[in-house]
Protein backbone atom coordinates (compact mmCIF):
# COMPACT_ATOMS: atom_id res chain seq x y z
CA UNK A 1 0.00 0.00 0.00
CA UNK A 2 1.58 3.70 -0.69
CA UNK A 3 2.41 5.58 2.04
CA UNK A 4 -0.59 8.12 1.15
CA UNK A 5 -2.69 5.83 1.24
CA UNK A 6 -2.02 4.39 3.98
CA UNK A 7 -2.30 7.86 6.16
CA UNK A 8 -5.65 8.29 4.60
CA UNK A 9 -6.97 4.76 5.62
CA UNK A 10 -5.45 5.33 9.16
CA UNK A 11 -7.23 8.61 9.75
CA UNK A 12 -10.89 6.93 8.22
CA UNK A 13 -9.86 4.47 10.87
CA UNK A 14 -9.78 7.16 13.29
CA UNK A 15 -13.08 9.14 12.36
CA UNK A 16 -14.67 5.06 12.58
CA UNK A 17 -13.47 5.07 15.79
CA UNK A 18 -14.75 8.51 17.13
CA UNK A 19 -18.00 7.93 15.43
CA UNK A 20 -18.22 4.48 16.86
CA UNK A 21 -16.76 5.79 20.10
CA UNK A 22 -19.41 8.46 20.89
CA UNK A 23 -22.62 6.83 21.89
CA UNK A 24 -20.00 5.16 24.40
CA UNK A 25 -18.15 8.78 25.91
CA UNK A 26 -19.40 10.63 28.55
CA UNK A 27 -19.97 13.90 28.24
CA UNK A 28 -16.87 14.91 29.72
CA UNK A 29 -14.89 12.55 27.22
CA UNK A 30 -16.40 14.31 24.53
CA UNK A 31 -15.31 17.35 25.25
CA UNK A 32 -12.22 16.40 25.88
CA UNK A 33 -11.78 14.49 22.74
CA UNK A 34 -13.42 17.56 20.79
CA UNK A 35 -10.37 19.68 22.66
CA UNK A 36 -7.63 18.02 21.78
CA UNK A 37 -8.71 18.17 18.11
CA UNK A 38 -8.68 20.97 18.07
CA UNK A 39 -5.69 21.34 19.83
CA UNK A 40 -4.41 18.69 17.54
CA UNK A 41 -5.18 20.99 14.35
CA UNK A 42 -2.84 24.17 15.68
CA UNK A 43 0.31 21.39 16.55
CA UNK A 44 -0.24 20.31 12.66
CA UNK A 45 0.13 23.73 11.58
CA UNK A 46 2.90 23.71 13.61
CA UNK A 47 4.19 20.36 12.06
CA UNK A 48 4.11 22.28 8.67
CA UNK A 49 5.92 24.78 9.83
CA UNK A 50 8.85 23.18 11.76
CA UNK A 51 9.12 20.95 8.71
CA UNK A 52 9.90 23.99 7.51
CA UNK A 53 12.64 24.61 9.91
CA UNK A 54 10.67 27.31 11.62
CA UNK A 55 9.10 27.38 14.75
CA UNK A 56 6.56 29.44 15.89
CA UNK A 57 5.62 30.82 19.07
CA UNK A 58 2.78 33.18 18.11
CA UNK A 59 0.07 30.26 16.84
CA UNK A 60 -2.03 31.44 19.76
CA UNK A 61 -2.62 34.76 17.87
CA UNK A 62 -4.19 32.34 14.76
CA UNK A 63 -6.05 30.56 17.35
CA UNK A 64 -7.94 33.19 18.82
CA UNK A 65 -8.26 35.10 15.56
CA UNK A 66 -10.34 32.00 14.55
CA UNK A 67 -12.23 31.46 18.01
CA UNK A 68 -13.19 35.35 18.28
CA UNK A 69 -13.93 35.79 14.11
CA UNK A 70 -16.65 32.48 14.86
CA UNK A 71 -17.99 34.56 18.16
CA UNK A 72 -18.39 37.73 16.39
CA UNK A 73 -20.15 35.69 13.71
CA UNK A 74 -22.32 33.92 15.52
CA UNK A 75 -23.51 37.22 18.08
CA UNK A 76 -23.31 39.93 15.45
CA UNK A 77 -24.29 38.00 12.35
CA UNK A 78 -26.45 35.77 13.87
CA UNK A 79 -24.26 32.65 11.71
CA UNK A 80 -25.76 29.69 13.20
CA UNK A 81 -23.93 26.87 11.66
CA UNK A 82 -20.70 25.09 13.71
CA UNK A 83 -19.13 24.11 10.28
CA UNK A 84 -19.66 27.71 8.35
CA UNK A 85 -18.15 28.97 11.97
CA UNK A 86 -15.11 26.86 11.58
CA UNK A 87 -14.46 27.92 7.82
CA UNK A 88 -15.09 31.73 9.08
CA UNK A 89 -12.34 30.74 12.05
CA UNK A 90 -9.98 29.62 8.88
CA UNK A 91 -10.61 31.88 6.73
CA UNK A 92 -10.18 34.80 9.69
CA UNK A 93 -6.52 33.25 10.52
CA UNK A 94 -5.90 33.02 7.09
CA UNK A 95 -6.60 36.89 6.29
CA UNK A 96 -4.58 37.39 8.96
CA UNK A 97 -1.50 35.46 8.62
CA UNK A 98 -1.39 36.48 4.77
CA UNK A 99 -0.85 39.98 5.88
CA UNK A 100 1.45 39.54 8.92
CA UNK A 101 3.34 36.78 6.57
CA UNK A 102 4.53 38.78 4.27
CA UNK A 103 6.78 40.32 6.68
CA UNK A 104 7.19 36.63 9.00
CA UNK A 105 8.37 34.94 5.84
CA UNK A 106 11.65 36.56 5.89
CA UNK A 107 12.46 35.79 8.92
CA UNK A 108 13.93 32.44 10.18
CA UNK A 109 15.06 30.48 13.42
CA UNK A 110 14.71 32.27 16.96
CA UNK A 111 14.52 35.73 15.20
CA UNK A 112 10.96 34.20 13.83
CA UNK A 113 10.18 33.14 17.01
CA UNK A 114 10.87 36.13 18.38
CA UNK A 115 8.56 38.11 16.45
CA UNK A 116 5.68 35.91 16.19
CA UNK A 117 5.36 35.86 19.93
CA UNK A 118 5.68 39.49 19.51
CA UNK A 119 2.27 39.81 16.87
CA UNK A 120 -0.02 37.50 19.52
CA UNK A 121 1.16 39.96 22.28
CA UNK A 122 0.03 42.33 20.48
CA UNK A 123 -3.41 40.55 19.71
CA UNK A 124 -3.50 39.65 23.33
CA UNK A 125 -3.38 43.12 24.32
CA UNK A 126 -5.74 44.57 21.84
CA UNK A 127 -8.18 42.46 23.12
CA UNK A 128 -7.37 42.87 26.63
CA UNK A 129 -8.03 46.29 25.97
CA UNK A 130 -11.39 45.72 23.81
CA UNK A 131 -14.41 46.49 25.69
CA UNK A 132 -16.48 45.98 22.34
CA UNK A 133 -15.12 42.02 22.89
CA UNK A 134 -15.29 41.49 26.46
CA UNK A 135 -11.96 43.01 27.20
CA UNK A 136 -9.82 40.62 29.92
CA UNK A 137 -13.35 38.17 30.26
CA UNK A 138 -14.09 38.00 26.65
CA UNK A 139 -17.60 36.89 25.80
CA UNK A 140 -20.01 33.50 25.40
CA UNK A 141 -20.61 32.16 22.25
CA UNK A 142 -24.08 29.36 21.56
CA UNK A 143 -23.68 27.46 18.34
CA UNK A 144 -27.30 26.45 17.19
CA UNK A 145 -26.56 24.14 14.64
CA UNK A 146 -23.89 22.01 13.52
CA UNK A 147 -24.29 20.37 10.19
CA UNK A 148 -27.72 22.18 10.15
CA UNK A 149 -28.80 19.42 13.28
CA UNK A 150 -29.61 21.46 16.36
CA UNK A 151 -27.02 21.46 19.04
CA UNK A 152 -28.16 20.41 22.63
CA UNK A 153 -30.43 16.68 22.75
CA UNK A 154 -30.25 13.94 21.03
CA UNK A 155 -28.13 13.63 17.71
CA UNK A 156 -27.27 17.55 18.32
CA UNK A 157 -25.38 16.11 21.30
CA UNK A 158 -22.34 15.18 18.93
CA UNK A 159 -22.71 18.12 16.75
CA UNK A 160 -19.52 19.94 17.78
CA UNK A 161 -17.68 16.52 18.51
CA UNK A 162 -18.50 15.11 14.96
CA UNK A 163 -17.53 18.17 13.88
CA UNK A 164 -14.19 18.20 15.53
CA UNK A 165 -13.89 15.16 14.24
CA UNK A 166 -14.75 15.79 10.06
CA UNK A 167 -12.29 19.23 10.20
CA UNK A 168 -9.65 17.19 11.91
CA UNK A 169 -10.16 14.13 9.61
CA UNK A 170 -10.34 16.49 5.82
CA UNK A 171 -6.99 18.71 7.27
CA UNK A 172 -5.16 15.52 8.28
CA UNK A 173 -5.43 13.46 4.95
CA UNK A 174 -4.92 17.10 2.76
CA UNK A 175 -2.23 18.09 5.19
CA UNK A 176 -0.64 14.61 4.50
CA UNK A 177 -1.47 14.89 0.27
CA UNK A 178 -0.08 18.57 0.33
CA UNK A 179 3.50 16.84 2.11
CA UNK A 180 3.61 14.43 -0.07
CA UNK A 181 3.43 16.80 -2.90
CA UNK A 182 6.39 18.75 -4.86
CA UNK A 183 5.44 21.74 -3.41
CA UNK A 184 4.61 20.42 0.19
CA UNK A 185 8.43 18.52 -0.12
CA UNK A 186 9.77 21.78 -0.66
CA UNK A 187 9.42 22.43 3.01
CA UNK A 188 12.30 20.10 4.34
CA UNK A 189 14.44 21.52 1.33
CA UNK A 190 13.95 24.99 2.62
CA UNK A 191 14.58 23.55 6.34
CA UNK A 192 17.90 21.97 4.87
CA UNK A 193 19.32 24.90 2.72
CA UNK A 194 17.23 27.56 1.67
CA UNK A 195 20.53 28.65 -0.70
CA UNK A 196 19.96 25.00 -3.19
CA UNK A 197 16.21 25.64 -3.20
CA UNK A 198 16.63 28.92 -4.97
CA UNK A 199 19.43 27.20 -7.21
CA UNK A 200 16.68 24.65 -8.19
CA UNK A 201 14.68 27.56 -9.30
CA UNK A 202 12.14 27.42 -6.55
CA UNK A 203 11.36 30.01 -4.11
CA UNK A 204 12.03 29.74 -0.64
CA UNK A 205 10.37 32.76 0.71
CA UNK A 206 7.41 31.56 -1.10
CA UNK A 207 7.12 27.80 0.01
CA UNK A 208 7.70 29.76 3.98
CA UNK A 209 4.57 32.39 3.12
CA UNK A 210 2.44 29.35 1.73
CA UNK A 211 3.10 26.95 5.10
CA UNK A 212 2.71 29.88 7.19
CA UNK A 213 -0.95 30.53 5.88
CA UNK A 214 -1.52 27.17 5.74
CA UNK A 215 -0.56 26.61 9.70
CA UNK A 216 -2.64 29.58 10.48
CA UNK A 217 -5.67 28.26 8.84
CA UNK A 218 -5.23 25.35 10.78
CA UNK A 219 -5.04 27.49 14.03
CA UNK A 220 -7.82 29.12 13.00
CA UNK A 221 -10.04 25.95 12.52
CA UNK A 222 -9.02 25.06 15.67
CA UNK A 223 -9.67 28.08 17.69
CA UNK A 224 -12.86 28.46 16.40
CA UNK A 225 -13.81 24.49 16.99
CA UNK A 226 -12.76 25.77 20.33
CA UNK A 227 -14.76 28.78 20.99
CA UNK A 228 -17.97 26.31 20.13
CA UNK A 229 -17.21 23.62 22.06
CA UNK A 230 -16.47 26.03 25.12
CA UNK A 231 -18.57 28.38 24.40
CA UNK A 232 -16.94 31.22 25.50
CA UNK A 233 -13.78 32.86 24.04
CA UNK A 234 -11.37 35.23 25.99
CA UNK A 235 -7.84 37.00 25.58
CA UNK A 236 -5.63 34.11 26.99
CA UNK A 237 -6.58 32.43 23.66
CA UNK A 238 -3.71 34.53 22.14
CA UNK A 239 -1.17 34.77 24.86
CA UNK A 240 2.36 33.05 24.79
CA UNK A 241 1.49 29.90 27.64
CA UNK A 242 -1.31 28.96 24.58
CA UNK A 243 1.22 29.37 21.68
CA UNK A 244 4.07 27.37 23.87
CA UNK A 245 1.62 24.67 24.29
CA UNK A 246 0.94 24.02 20.56
CA UNK A 247 5.00 23.72 20.51
CA UNK A 248 5.08 21.75 23.50
CA UNK A 249 2.28 19.27 21.50
CA UNK A 250 3.85 19.74 18.31
CA UNK A 251 7.31 18.60 19.40
CA UNK A 252 6.65 16.19 21.81
CA UNK A 253 4.14 14.17 19.47
CA UNK A 254 7.41 14.13 16.90
CA UNK A 255 6.90 15.50 13.10
CA UNK A 256 6.95 12.25 11.34
CA UNK A 257 3.30 11.28 10.83
CA UNK A 258 0.66 14.10 10.39
CA UNK A 259 -1.31 12.03 12.51
CA UNK A 260 1.26 12.46 15.59
CA UNK A 261 -0.31 15.92 16.59
CA UNK A 262 -3.74 14.95 16.59
CA UNK A 263 -2.55 11.77 18.72
CA UNK A 264 -0.24 13.59 21.25
CA UNK A 265 -2.89 15.98 21.97
CA UNK A 266 -4.96 13.57 23.22
CA UNK A 267 -2.77 12.00 25.04
CA UNK A 268 -1.50 15.56 26.67
CA UNK A 269 -4.80 16.21 27.49
CA UNK A 270 -5.70 12.97 28.94
CA UNK A 271 -2.51 13.25 31.17
CA UNK A 272 -3.98 17.15 31.87
CA UNK A 273 -7.39 16.01 33.62
CA UNK A 274 -6.18 13.03 35.23
CA UNK A 275 -3.91 15.10 36.84
CA UNK A 276 -5.98 17.55 37.23
CA UNK A 277 -8.17 14.89 38.84
CA UNK A 278 -5.68 13.07 41.33
CA UNK A 279 -3.11 16.02 42.22
CA UNK A 280 -4.84 19.25 41.47
CA UNK A 281 -2.34 21.41 42.94
CA UNK A 282 0.61 20.16 41.02
CA UNK A 283 -0.87 18.84 37.66
CA UNK A 284 1.34 21.61 36.64
CA UNK A 285 4.52 19.94 37.78
CA UNK A 286 3.02 16.53 37.19
CA UNK A 287 3.19 17.67 33.06
CA UNK A 288 6.36 19.50 33.26
CA UNK A 289 8.14 16.04 34.51
CA UNK A 290 6.38 13.82 31.48
CA UNK A 291 7.47 16.38 28.98
CA UNK A 292 11.15 16.70 30.30
CA UNK A 293 10.84 12.75 30.36
CA UNK A 294 9.77 12.37 26.71
CA UNK A 295 12.32 15.15 25.98
CA UNK A 296 15.34 13.10 27.49
CA UNK A 297 14.00 9.45 27.03
CA UNK A 298 11.99 9.65 23.33
CA UNK A 299 14.16 12.43 21.58
CA UNK A 300 11.91 12.05 18.71
CA UNK A 301 8.51 12.39 19.69
CA UNK A 302 5.88 10.08 21.01
CA UNK A 303 4.96 9.06 17.83
CA UNK A 304 8.55 7.66 17.62
CA UNK A 305 7.06 4.86 19.71
CA UNK A 306 5.09 3.12 16.74
CA UNK A 307 7.78 3.86 14.12
CA UNK A 308 10.39 1.71 16.59
CA UNK A 309 7.95 -0.88 16.82
CA UNK A 310 7.32 -1.08 13.17
CA UNK A 311 11.32 -0.87 12.34
CA UNK A 312 12.10 -4.05 14.74
CA UNK A 313 8.81 -6.49 13.08
CA UNK A 314 9.48 -5.41 9.22
CA UNK B 1 6.32 69.65 31.81
CA UNK B 2 5.87 67.22 35.68
CA UNK B 3 4.38 64.50 33.06
CA UNK B 4 7.35 64.44 30.88
CA UNK B 5 9.85 63.92 34.56
CA UNK B 6 7.72 61.02 35.70
CA UNK B 7 7.45 59.27 32.56
CA UNK B 8 11.35 59.60 32.64
CA UNK B 9 11.60 58.86 36.29
CA UNK B 10 9.35 56.04 36.04
CA UNK B 11 10.71 54.51 32.85
CA UNK B 12 13.93 54.51 34.47
CA UNK B 13 12.55 52.70 37.38
CA UNK B 14 11.04 50.29 35.65
CA UNK B 15 14.22 50.09 32.96
CA UNK B 16 16.17 49.20 36.09
CA UNK B 17 14.40 46.50 37.67
CA UNK B 18 14.06 45.11 33.80
CA UNK B 19 17.49 45.15 33.49
CA UNK B 20 18.48 43.08 36.27
CA UNK B 21 16.51 40.50 35.41
CA UNK B 22 16.95 40.71 31.22
CA UNK B 23 21.03 40.71 31.91
CA UNK B 24 20.74 37.05 33.31
CA UNK B 25 18.15 36.14 30.61
CA UNK B 26 20.72 37.34 28.11
CA UNK B 27 24.29 36.18 29.64
CA UNK B 28 22.56 32.79 29.98
CA UNK B 29 21.37 33.03 26.28
CA UNK B 30 25.18 34.58 25.05
CA UNK B 31 27.10 31.55 26.52
CA UNK B 32 25.00 27.99 26.75
CA UNK B 33 22.79 29.36 24.12
CA UNK B 34 19.65 28.46 26.02
CA UNK B 35 16.70 30.84 26.08
CA UNK B 36 15.92 30.28 29.62
CA UNK B 37 11.58 30.35 30.23
CA UNK B 38 11.98 28.90 33.77
CA UNK B 39 13.98 32.48 33.75
CA UNK B 40 10.52 34.04 35.40
CA UNK B 41 10.32 31.15 38.46
CA UNK B 42 14.04 31.68 39.16
CA UNK B 43 12.33 35.75 39.48
CA UNK B 44 9.53 34.20 41.04
CA UNK B 45 12.01 32.02 44.04
CA UNK B 46 13.65 35.14 44.04
CA UNK B 47 10.66 37.19 45.59
CA UNK B 48 9.46 34.83 47.89
CA UNK B 49 12.45 33.85 49.70
CA UNK B 50 13.63 37.36 50.36
CA UNK B 51 9.59 37.91 51.68
CA UNK B 52 10.63 34.83 53.88
CA UNK B 53 13.88 35.89 54.99
CA UNK B 54 13.31 39.58 55.06
CA UNK B 55 10.14 39.16 56.79
CA UNK B 56 11.34 36.61 59.31
CA UNK B 57 14.05 39.08 60.31
CA UNK B 58 11.88 42.12 60.76
CA UNK B 59 9.44 39.40 62.78
CA UNK B 60 12.50 38.50 64.91
CA UNK B 61 12.92 42.31 65.70
CA UNK B 62 16.18 42.75 64.77
CA UNK B 63 17.48 46.00 63.34
CA UNK B 64 14.88 47.16 60.23
CA UNK B 65 17.86 47.68 57.82
CA UNK B 66 19.50 44.53 58.19
CA UNK B 67 16.52 43.63 55.84
CA UNK B 68 18.32 45.21 53.09
CA UNK B 69 20.96 42.08 53.46
CA UNK B 70 18.28 39.73 53.30
CA UNK B 71 17.10 40.74 50.41
CA UNK B 72 20.55 40.19 49.03
CA UNK B 73 20.95 36.86 50.94
CA UNK B 74 17.88 35.77 49.15
CA UNK B 75 19.14 36.37 45.70
CA UNK B 76 22.19 34.57 46.63
CA UNK B 77 21.06 32.13 47.96
CA UNK B 78 18.18 31.20 45.50
CA UNK B 79 21.21 31.46 42.73
CA UNK B 80 23.50 29.11 44.59
CA UNK B 81 21.35 26.78 45.54
CA UNK B 82 18.48 26.44 42.58
CA UNK B 83 21.35 27.08 39.74
CA UNK B 84 23.90 24.68 40.06
CA UNK B 85 21.20 22.33 40.96
CA UNK B 86 19.42 22.78 37.83
CA UNK B 87 22.08 23.11 35.35
CA UNK B 88 24.11 20.05 36.71
CA UNK B 89 21.08 18.20 36.98
CA UNK B 90 19.15 18.31 34.21
CA UNK B 91 20.45 20.37 31.45
CA UNK B 92 23.94 19.12 30.88
CA UNK B 93 22.14 16.10 29.58
CA UNK B 94 20.45 18.74 26.80
CA UNK B 95 23.27 20.13 25.72
CA UNK B 96 23.55 19.64 21.90
CA UNK B 97 19.96 19.19 20.98
CA UNK B 98 18.26 21.75 18.66
CA UNK B 99 17.44 25.14 20.17
CA UNK B 100 14.06 24.73 20.20
CA UNK B 101 14.37 21.97 22.33
CA UNK B 102 16.25 23.39 24.53
CA UNK B 103 13.50 26.11 25.19
CA UNK B 104 10.80 23.12 25.83
CA UNK B 105 12.93 22.28 28.55
CA UNK B 106 13.02 25.29 29.94
CA UNK B 107 9.44 25.64 29.77
CA UNK B 108 9.06 22.41 31.24
CA UNK B 109 11.29 23.01 34.40
CA UNK B 110 9.12 26.75 34.55
CA UNK B 111 6.20 24.56 34.80
CA UNK B 112 7.63 22.28 37.59
CA UNK B 113 9.12 25.44 39.45
CA UNK B 114 5.80 27.24 39.48
CA UNK B 115 4.06 24.02 41.40
CA UNK B 116 6.84 24.04 43.74
CA UNK B 117 6.54 27.30 45.05
CA UNK B 118 2.92 26.48 45.45
CA UNK B 119 3.99 23.36 47.43
CA UNK B 120 6.34 25.62 49.33
CA UNK B 121 5.21 28.89 49.98
CA UNK B 122 1.42 27.70 49.81
CA UNK B 123 -1.18 29.72 47.78
CA UNK B 124 -1.62 33.00 49.96
CA UNK B 125 0.16 36.12 49.42
CA UNK B 126 3.57 37.17 51.12
CA UNK B 127 3.73 40.93 52.24
CA UNK B 128 7.46 43.02 53.05
CA UNK B 129 6.47 46.34 52.34
CA UNK B 130 8.82 47.61 55.10
CA UNK B 131 11.64 47.96 53.16
CA UNK B 132 9.88 49.86 50.57
CA UNK B 133 9.10 52.71 52.45
CA UNK B 134 12.11 52.78 55.54
CA UNK B 135 14.27 55.17 53.51
CA UNK B 136 11.46 57.82 53.33
CA UNK B 137 10.69 59.72 50.44
CA UNK B 138 12.17 62.09 47.85
CA UNK B 139 10.60 65.46 46.50
CA UNK B 140 10.76 65.85 42.77
CA UNK B 141 9.73 68.70 42.03
CA UNK B 142 5.50 67.98 42.56
CA UNK B 143 6.46 64.31 42.50
CA UNK B 144 7.55 62.15 45.05
CA UNK B 145 8.98 59.50 44.86
CA UNK B 146 10.28 56.58 47.40
CA UNK B 147 14.41 56.30 48.32
CA UNK B 148 14.46 52.41 47.47
CA UNK B 149 13.31 52.81 43.92
CA UNK B 150 16.79 55.28 43.68
CA UNK B 151 18.54 51.98 45.58
CA UNK B 152 16.68 49.84 42.72
CA UNK B 153 18.43 52.46 39.82
CA UNK B 154 21.82 51.76 41.85
CA UNK B 155 21.48 48.28 41.89
CA UNK B 156 20.82 48.37 37.99
CA UNK B 157 23.62 50.22 37.32
CA UNK B 158 26.12 48.30 39.81
CA UNK B 159 25.36 44.68 38.16
CA UNK B 160 25.74 46.68 34.60
CA UNK B 161 29.27 47.67 35.46
CA UNK B 162 30.26 44.94 37.25
CA UNK B 163 29.28 42.89 34.22
CA UNK B 164 31.20 44.97 32.02
CA UNK B 165 34.27 44.99 34.00
CA UNK B 166 33.99 41.06 34.97
CA UNK B 167 33.31 40.26 31.13
CA UNK B 168 35.98 42.92 29.74
CA UNK B 169 38.34 43.21 32.53
CA UNK B 170 39.09 39.40 34.00
CA UNK B 171 41.18 36.41 33.08
CA UNK B 172 37.86 34.68 33.46
CA UNK B 173 36.04 37.04 31.63
CA UNK B 174 38.09 36.89 28.88
CA UNK B 175 37.31 33.01 28.93
CA UNK B 176 33.91 33.51 28.80
CA UNK B 177 34.51 35.29 25.60
CA UNK B 178 35.71 32.94 24.45
CA UNK B 179 33.28 30.11 24.81
CA UNK B 180 30.58 32.68 23.41
CA UNK B 181 32.48 32.77 20.24
CA UNK B 182 33.54 29.17 19.70
CA UNK B 183 32.47 26.43 22.14
CA UNK B 184 34.54 24.01 21.39
CA UNK B 185 37.44 25.16 20.21
CA UNK B 186 37.70 26.88 23.43
CA UNK B 187 37.01 23.24 24.89
CA UNK B 188 40.13 22.07 22.50
CA UNK B 189 42.30 25.09 24.39
CA UNK B 190 42.04 23.63 27.65
CA UNK B 191 38.97 26.10 29.01
CA UNK B 192 37.27 23.83 31.29
CA UNK B 193 33.82 24.54 29.38
CA UNK B 194 31.80 22.47 31.80
CA UNK B 195 32.35 24.47 34.65
CA UNK B 196 32.36 28.02 32.53
CA UNK B 197 28.39 26.99 31.51
CA UNK B 198 28.08 26.46 35.35
CA UNK B 199 29.02 29.66 36.59
CA UNK B 200 27.09 31.42 33.90
CA UNK B 201 24.03 29.79 34.49
CA UNK B 202 24.40 30.60 38.46
CA UNK B 203 24.78 33.83 37.32
CA UNK B 204 22.00 34.36 35.65
CA UNK B 205 20.07 32.44 38.10
CA UNK B 206 20.88 35.05 40.95
CA UNK B 207 20.43 37.67 38.91
CA UNK B 208 16.81 36.89 37.88
CA UNK B 209 16.25 36.07 41.57
CA UNK B 210 18.21 39.26 42.56
CA UNK B 211 15.27 40.63 40.55
CA UNK B 212 12.73 39.30 42.42
CA UNK B 213 14.01 39.93 45.76
CA UNK B 214 14.41 43.56 44.92
CA UNK B 215 10.75 43.44 43.51
CA UNK B 216 9.12 41.73 46.90
CA UNK B 217 8.97 44.87 49.08
CA UNK B 218 6.85 46.61 46.19
CA UNK B 219 4.29 43.99 45.41
CA UNK B 220 2.24 41.23 46.58
CA UNK B 221 4.38 37.72 45.99
CA UNK B 222 2.00 35.66 44.77
CA UNK B 223 1.74 32.44 42.45
CA UNK B 224 2.01 33.01 38.71
CA UNK B 225 4.44 36.40 39.42
CA UNK B 226 6.76 34.55 36.78
CA UNK B 227 4.83 34.19 33.84
CA UNK B 228 4.40 38.10 33.00
CA UNK B 229 8.12 38.89 33.45
CA UNK B 230 9.29 35.96 30.89
CA UNK B 231 7.84 37.73 27.66
CA UNK B 232 8.74 41.36 28.87
CA UNK B 233 12.48 39.93 29.59
CA UNK B 234 12.26 38.29 26.19
CA UNK B 235 11.25 41.28 24.63
CA UNK B 236 13.92 43.51 26.34
CA UNK B 237 17.17 41.05 25.62
CA UNK B 238 15.14 40.54 21.56
CA UNK B 239 15.16 44.34 21.32
CA UNK B 240 18.38 44.81 22.39
CA UNK B 241 19.75 42.05 20.55
CA UNK B 242 20.05 38.26 22.08
CA UNK B 243 23.08 38.01 24.15
CA UNK B 244 24.10 40.91 23.98
CA UNK B 245 24.91 43.22 27.32
CA UNK B 246 24.77 46.69 26.14
CA UNK B 247 21.37 45.21 24.19
CA UNK B 248 19.85 44.44 27.20
CA UNK B 249 20.49 47.99 28.87
CA UNK B 250 19.11 49.59 25.78
CA UNK B 251 15.88 47.48 25.14
CA UNK B 252 15.25 47.92 29.42
CA UNK B 253 15.39 51.67 28.54
CA UNK B 254 13.18 51.07 25.55
CA UNK B 255 10.99 49.03 27.26
CA UNK B 256 11.14 50.77 30.22
CA UNK B 257 10.67 54.18 28.73
CA UNK B 258 7.98 53.10 26.28
CA UNK B 259 5.87 51.39 29.16
CA UNK B 260 5.82 54.60 31.19
CA UNK B 261 5.27 56.77 28.42
CA UNK B 262 2.35 54.52 27.57
CA UNK B 263 1.29 54.29 31.20
CA UNK B 264 0.99 58.27 31.76
CA UNK B 265 -0.31 59.05 28.01
CA UNK B 266 -1.85 56.76 26.52
CA UNK B 267 -3.08 53.83 29.24
CA UNK B 268 -5.09 51.65 26.97
CA UNK B 269 -2.03 50.99 24.52
CA UNK B 270 0.21 49.93 27.76
CA UNK B 271 0.18 46.14 27.52
CA UNK B 272 1.02 46.47 23.84
CA UNK B 273 2.88 49.00 23.12
CA UNK B 274 5.74 47.12 24.33
CA UNK B 275 5.42 44.75 21.52
CA UNK B 276 4.46 46.77 19.45
CA UNK B 277 8.19 48.07 19.73
CA UNK B 278 9.32 44.57 20.07
CA UNK B 279 8.10 43.94 16.34
CA UNK B 280 8.93 47.26 15.13
CA UNK B 281 12.61 46.71 16.37
CA UNK B 282 13.18 43.23 14.92
CA UNK B 283 11.22 44.26 11.34
CA UNK B 284 14.13 46.78 11.09
CA UNK B 285 17.02 45.12 13.13
CA UNK B 286 16.03 41.44 12.90
CA UNK B 287 18.87 40.36 15.22
CA UNK B 288 18.36 43.61 17.85
CA UNK B 289 20.07 46.56 17.88
CA UNK B 290 23.24 45.53 19.17
CA UNK B 291 23.98 42.37 17.12
CA UNK B 292 25.29 42.65 13.85
CA UNK B 293 23.75 40.58 10.95
CA UNK B 294 25.57 37.03 10.35
CA UNK B 295 26.41 36.08 6.68
CA UNK B 296 24.19 33.14 5.32
CA UNK B 297 25.63 29.45 6.29
CA UNK B 298 25.71 27.20 3.05
Redesign the interface.
Known amino acids: MSPPRRTALGFLAALGTLALAAPLLPQWALFLVVVSLAKGLAAAGLLLLIRTGLVSFGQGLYFAAGAYAAGVAVNQFGVADGALLALLGALAAVSVSAVLGLLLARYRAIFFAMLSLAFSMILYGLLVKSPLLGSTDGFNVAVKTVFGVAVGRGPGRYGVYGLAAVVAFVAGVALDRYLRSNLGRLAPAVRDNELRVEYMGASAKNVVYLNLVVAAALAGAGGAITALAVGHVDPEMAYWTTSGEFVFVAILSGTASVAAPFLGALLLELLRSFAYEHAPNTWQLVMGAAMLAVILFLPDGIWSVFRARRRATQ | MSIAVAVLVDGLIYASWLFIIAAGLTIIYGVMRI?N?AHGSFYALGAYAAASLAGGWLRAGYAPLGSYAMLALSALLVGVVVGPAIERG?LR??YG?D???LV??T??????L???V??VWGVESYFVSEPYGLLGNVEFGPLSYPVYSGLLVLAALAVGVALRFGIYGTRYGKLLLAVIHDREVSATLGINVNRIYLVTFTLGTTLAAAGGALTAPTVSVVPGMG?EV??LA??VV?IGG?GSMPGAALGALTVGLVRSAAVHLFP?????????V??LV??FR??GLFVAAEA?K?
Do not use: G, N
Not at chain 2, 107 to 112: H, Q, R, V
Open positions: LMLFTREVVLVYALFLIEDVKLVIVFAVLQVELFSIYVMALSPRRI
